[in-house]
């Protein structure tokens, strides 16, 4: 079965320190994506950045980069140059292949807090 | 306006009441999604819809029933809940259901069953 694990409950980062946080999946299908997104207090699922299983480089955007590893599983979330405004929940999600691509699962994430 | 909006944005209803909670997106999609977030568990994949279809019924009480009349709305109407369905719903949307689809989502309705 599909499954998402996120293993951090919780950290603590100074700002403008960089951090990861990490996600393990596991499927048995080849066709897959990768999601990340940040809920603030606010509650709205705010998407961050794709990884497409068969992506060959790591995808980027802006301060958001994640390190693919598809032998390990794993699809970790690196934030740069933290700030305080990224204080939230992050939450890592994975959408199948298209025989049951109407599902996207969420880990039960990690809350991230920064200290000034 | 905001690509996916939800109202109400807070709910108190009680046991014996029936309510509804609506999504509307602005976005084009096809598909729109309802979530369900408790606390200290993962989101739970509710109901999806595709092009007015419903697609998938991640085994539901049936005291949640939806309704996606048009591409743009969805409601999930509520009725004799109890106090353990008290969560964040979400609603959400994408364009489709490829895998590389990233979906969209509002900003929740916060229900409390008293």
């Known amino acids: 079965a599909q499954k998402i694990t996120q293993t951090q409950p919780g950290m603590f980062v100074q700002e403008k320190e960089a951090v990861t946080l990490d996600c393990t999946y596991d499927t048995s299908d080849q066709s897959y994506g990768l999601f990340w997104y940040k809920q603030p207090s606010s509650g709205e699922m705010i998407f961050l950045i794709y990884?497409?299983?068969?992506?060959?480089q790591n995808a980027t955007e802006g301060r958001y980069s994640l390190n693919f590893q598809k032998a390990r599983k794993s699809a970790n979330l690196v934030i740069s140059a933290s700030q305080l405004g990224d204080s939230a929940m992050y939450f890592c999600?994975?959408?199948?292949?298209?025989?049951?691509?109407?599902?996207?699962?969420f880990g039960s994430g990690t809350r991230l807090s920064i200290r000034p | 306006e905001t690509g996916v909006t939800q109202t109400p944005r807070h709910l108190v209803m009680g046991m014996t009441n029936k309510k509804s909670l609506k999504c509307e997106q602005h976005?084009?999609?096809?598909?729109m999604y309802w979530y369900k977030q408790s606390a200290k568990k993962p989101l739970e994949l509710m109901f999806v819809?595709?092009?007015?279809?419903?697609?998938e019924n991640n085994s539901v009480p049936s005291r949640f029933s939806p309704e996606c009349p048009n591409s743009s709305h969805l409601f999930l109407h509520l009725h004799t809940l109890q106090p353990e369905d008290s969560a964040l719903y979400l609603c959400?949307?994408?364009?489709?259901?490829?895998?590389?689809?990233?979906?969209?989502f509002g900003q929740g309705t916060r229900l409390t069953v008293v």
């Open positions: 976005l084009g999609h096809n598909a």
């Open positions: 819809y595709n092009f007015k279809e419903q697609t």
């Open positions: 999600a994975m959408r199948f292949s298209y025989s049951s691509a109407s599902k996207i699962i």
């Open positions: 990884q497409g299983s068969y992506d060959e």
């Open positions: 959400a949307s994408s364009q489709d259901l490829y895998v590389n689809t990233e979906a969209f």
